[in-house]
């Protein structure tokens, strides 16, 4: 199989076994650049571990993954994020006992990354500026929905040209999703082109135009979200 030259991120049929476990059974998926897609899939589908292997994180068995063009298979966390794909990983993992300033100055330095320009700093809490008027607090000082903004905040500094999120929603009040998902949209005009895993199927379908759903380490469903919906798809998903 070719793949299109036109994705930003390609995979193609994508195993991954963590031992005997067969996590991912031949997934592939398709993001354009400047799209917003969404994951979806019950606890255990597969979805992190699919985002994992996209970023680099872990080595598929088998199958192929591409991005902006260039094979990454076999590739590290630090490369992929080089070229421009960075993961948000979930559960947020920020340095509770820094700064918000500092968290993000180190964003990305378990890489050996380079200290961020101030540019890079001031875009992030352009993106988030609630973050801005605590940025001399520690960061484990903040609400949970804080402190997952200063998690995004954290990737952006790595000048993402794609930010993979796994559960960003989560634990997040109603209210600061709707932020969130305000902050995507600053993020796509800004030409970032977004893969979003969530639990939440409101909070997914207000910020993606299509959907893959994980089920059992296979994509069950691949199009947009009006149908998905109507195949009962909100169904499928749990
Ligand atoms: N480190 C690991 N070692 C062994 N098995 C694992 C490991 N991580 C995940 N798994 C297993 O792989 C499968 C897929 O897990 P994964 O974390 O990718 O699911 P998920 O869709 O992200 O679930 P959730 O919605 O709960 O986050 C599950 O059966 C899980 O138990
Ligand atoms: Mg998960």
């Given amino acids: 199989m070719n793949f299109e030259e036109a994705s930003a991120l390609e995979a193609q049929e994508l195993v991954f076994k963590y031992d005997a476990l067969v996590a991912l059974r031949g997934v592939s998926i398709k993001v354009r650049p400047g799209e917003a897609v969404g994951i979806v899939g019950v606890n255990g589908a597969g979805k992190s571990t699919l ?5 680099g994180f872990l080595r598929a068995s088998s199958g192929r ?3 902006l063009g ?4 076999g590739k590290t966390a630090r490369r992929h994020m080089r070229e421009g794909l960075v993961l948000v990983p979930e559960g947020r993992q920020i340095a509770t006992r820094l700064t918000v300033e500092d ?5 990305g330095s378990c890489f050996g990354w380079h200290r961020p ?3 890079a ?3 992030a809490f352009e993106v988030f500026p609630e973050l801005a008027d605590h940025r001399a607090r520690n960061a484990g000082a903040l609400s949970g929905g804080q402190q997952q903004m200063v998690a995004i905040a954290r990737a952006l500094v790595a000048h993402p040209k794609m930010l993979v999120l796994d559960e960003p929603s989560q634990g997040l009040a109603p209210f600061l999703q709707e932020r969130l998902a305000g902050s995507f949209h600053s993020l796509r005009e800004a030409g970032i082109t977004l893969l979003v895993v969530e639990q939440n199927l409101s909070f997914a379908r207000q910020c ?3 959907v893959y759903s994980i089920v059992n380490g296979q994509v069950g469903f691949d199009g947009g979200w009006e149908q998905f919906v109507a195949q009962g798809g909100l169904i499928g998903a749990h």
């Fill in 117 to 119: 320009t101030t540019e």
């Fill in 51 to 55: 985002v994992k292997v996209l970023a």
């Fill in 103 to 107: 968290n993000l100055a180190i964003g």
């Fill in 121 to 123: 700093i001031d875009f």
């Fill in 65 to 67: 993954h591409r991005f």
């Fill in 70 to 73: 260039m094979d990454m298979d």
């Fill in 208 to 210: 993606t135009s299509r």
